[in-house]
């Protein structure tokens, strides 16, 4: 019997650490607009779906990117500890307005904070936002966010 249990836990611990170093590709996917410009967007809802987020990634095509949904608006903080790829981070209101925007380095624990209480972040190859003119003030559309 504790032979089985070991073999368990140290199975379990097996799969917990190969999990912490794979990229999450299978999230749900919804599509989001900025302007004329469409993104396909995984959702990243749950806590450990938050924690995990791009990290380990080794590419991410242009017009992908992921959303960062939180239960309530608060000040929200990244940072890009176990991330492969330059990110912009916009942190966005519940009516799609990018309220700023952050870009990350990979792989630093600099600590990267919405200006106000959002419940929204929206993550990007770096650039993106730059290249399609989009900046503090302008305005994503989409399910996720109210009229």
Not at 13 to 42: C, E, Y
Not at 61 to 86: D, Y
Request: charged share 20%; net charge positive.
């Amino acid at each position: 019997m504790k032979r089985v249990l070991l073999t368990l836990l140290l199975s379990g611990l097996a799969f917990s650490t190969l999990a912490q170093d794979t990229p999450q590709t299978n999230l749900t996917r919804i599509k989001l607009q900025a302007g004329m410009f469409q993104i396909d967007t995984q959702v990243a809802q749950t806590p450990e779906q938050r924690s995990i987020g791009l990290m380990f990634r080794k590419d991410m095509p242009q017009h992908e990117g992921m959303l960062f949904v939180f239960e309530q608006p608060a000040t929200q903080c990244f940072w890009m500890k176990n991330t492969l790829l330059p990110l912009t981070a916009a942190f966005v209101a519940d009516d799609g307005t990018i309220v700023n925007l952050a870009d990350m380095k990979p792989q630093t624990t600099d600590s990267h904070c919405s200006e106000k209480p959002v419940r929204f972040v929206l993550e990007m190859n770096q650039g993106w936002f730059a290249k399609k003119g989009l900046k503090a003030g302008s305005r994503l559309s989409g399910v996720a966010f109210k009229p």
